[in-house]
């Protein structure tokens, strides 16, 4: 396995730069309407809660059975119920990005959850089980030493396989297939490689299409092919002040009555950008910010992750997102200061009921 890494990370070097993202002349941003979140995380026993990235979960048949995890990137992983609680905590290392898929273990119907592991350098796996909705750990896996810290991440499952794949601050992106070696252990084997210019962190696959998108902090997102790896990235939106104001941080994808949303955090104005990308194409639908309804407002915004349709109380969907710092829900909603360091950074709930009412999507 050795030899074929050192050679695809070779490639990883010499791969081919795309364009330049286009930029375009100073505009105000795009107005983004107020959308109030319904609940938040708490973590009653931790004040330095340091949240990055949520991805939302339910059971295949039923909906009322959801879960909601965040990492912390000093300590580990959180497992809340929908209504905000922790149900679990796993003191696993400094975790980045999360994400999951449904995978098949020893004929049982099981949940991947993995994160980018900032200390070991790795990915950190778990099982979630469905039926008694318990995390539980499954192994650590290396990247290679080469790579470093391993930073943005998201899954896919594509062709029946199911890809786990890290970037990093200089803009490498690896895809490895992931799945249970014969120690019943994950094992992950290295299928595709990427290099963006600079630093990527917030990434998700539309499983149906094979499309991954990359967001480069200071650049834009980026679309390329799990289908097609040797295509070169394709820029689907710049950094440019008005819909996406560095940095680029979570991407995430929500379907709806057979269109498909992806969704942007405009981290430099606290505000979520969203496409149509149904077809191929792109789309410009509309931003919002999240805040209001006795709520603090969403600043910094950086992970985020949708579920589409039922999920919890949610008959359409939802989407979690983090909040760099959890006040009260007295604040100005307008006024984004807040003393982050004396708060809990958390996650807040939105609906997307709400979202589209705000967007006016039908
Ligand atoms: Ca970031
Ligand atoms: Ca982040
Ligand atoms: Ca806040
Ligand atoms: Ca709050």
Known sequence: MRAPLLAALALVAGCAVPQAAPRTAALPPVEAPWVAAVLETRVADNPKVDADDPVLWRHPEDPSRALFIGTDKSIGLYVHGMDGAVRQFLADGPMNNVDLRPIMLDGRPMVLVAATERAKFGIMTWLLDPETLKVERWGHLPTPRQFGEPYGFCMGQVDGETLVIPNNKKGAVLAFAIAPGADGKPAMQLRHSWKLRSQ??????????????????????????????????????????????ADVEGLTLMRDAGRTFLIASSQGDSAFAVWDIAGGAHDFIGRFRVGGGGIDPVT???????????????????????????????????DAVCDSDAKQQNYKLVDWRDVKKALGIR
């Open 200 to 245: 990527t962190e917030g990434c998700v696959v539309n499983d149906e299409t094979g499309d991954l998108y990359v967001g480069e902090e200071d650049r834009g997102i980026w679309q390329m092919s799990l289908r097609r790896p040797a295509e070169a990235p394709r820029s689907i939106a710049g950094v440019d002040g008005r819909i996406m104001v």
């Open 300 to 334: 910094q915004t950086d992970g985020l992750s949708a579920w589409s349709g039922p999920i919890g109380t949610y008959p359409e969907g939802a989407i979690a997102v983090h909040d760099h710092c959890d006040g009260d829900g007295h604040e100005d909603p307008s």
